[in-house]
């Protein structure tokens, strides 16, 4: 039974390019959520999918956004990256409302 | 205040102790919590939760929660070098129909054989 994967690993960018990170969730979950970890710090919530739709929303500016696929997949899009989005990216999946959330590996988005 | 505090570490012990990881929080609304462990380069697994007071033991986990005085922690007996990783506490809160999900900054473990 596959886990949560993320892809890519790593990824440079510079700043005021955009990009784009990718998520497959657990087998059977249908909810996605993804966070921001910082180095030193707890994961930050950015956003939880749900059947295709953005169910709730952290303290994130618009330049984040998102989205899921009818296979429960889903991306995280940043545009306009500044420096301090460089962080680890979490993708977590879940059934339903259940709290029970799995992690992904993470995406280490460094921006230069 | 943030909403989940924890002491950042690191913290070093020999293998074989007794560790106490501690969390407080400053909400008081319906809530229960999780403890994640995180390994170094990887995303977080989910160790233990608990919904109410009092304490939940798993194996050589305990976690205990202390709602009046807004305090959580985790203890690991017999301590190994696995054990070495960061611990992170969650809060988990009704918000809006939906459960928000608020971590602490993590406490950095390492377990010296």
């Known amino acids: 039974d596959a886990g949560v994967t993320q892809s890519p690993t790593h990824l440079i960018k510079t700043r005021g390019q955009q990009v784009t990170l990718r998520c497959s969730p657990k087998s059977g979950h249908d909810t996605v959520s993804w966070y921001q970890q910082a180095l030193g710090q707890g994961p930050q919530f950015i956003f939880q999918y749900y059947e295709e739709e953005e169910r709730q929303r952290g303290n994130f500016p618009d330049r984040f956004s998102g989205h899921q696929y009818p296979n429960y997949s889903s991306e995280l899009n940043v545009n306009a990256l500044l420096l301090g989005d460089s962080a680890l990216y979490l993708c977590?999946?879940?059934?339903?409302?259940?709290?029970?959330?799995?992690f992904g590996p993470g995406t280490r988005l460094t921006v230069l | 205040q943030k909403e989940v505090e924890q002491d950042p570490g690191p913290l070093s012990v020999p293998e074989g102790a007794i560790v106490s990881l501690n969390c407080t929080y400053s909400?008081?609304?319906?809530?229960?919590f999780m403890w994640y462990r995180q390994y170094s380069r990887k995303g977080p697994e989910l160790l233990m939760y608990?919904?109410?007071?009092g304490n939940k033991e798993d194996g050589r986990f305990t976690a205990q929660v202390d709602k009046s005085s807004k305090y959580i922690s985790l203890f690991i007996r017999d301590s190994q070098p696995s054990d070495s990783a960061t611990y992170l506490c969650a809060r988990i809160e009704n918000s809006g129909g939906y459960q928000k999900v608020t971590f602490g900054t993590g406490t950095k473990l390492q377990v010296i054989p």
């Open positions: 977590a999946s879940s059934l339903g409302g259940s709290d029970t959330q799995y």
């Open positions: 909400n008081s609304a319906f809530q229960y």
């Open positions: 608990t919904y109410s007071s």
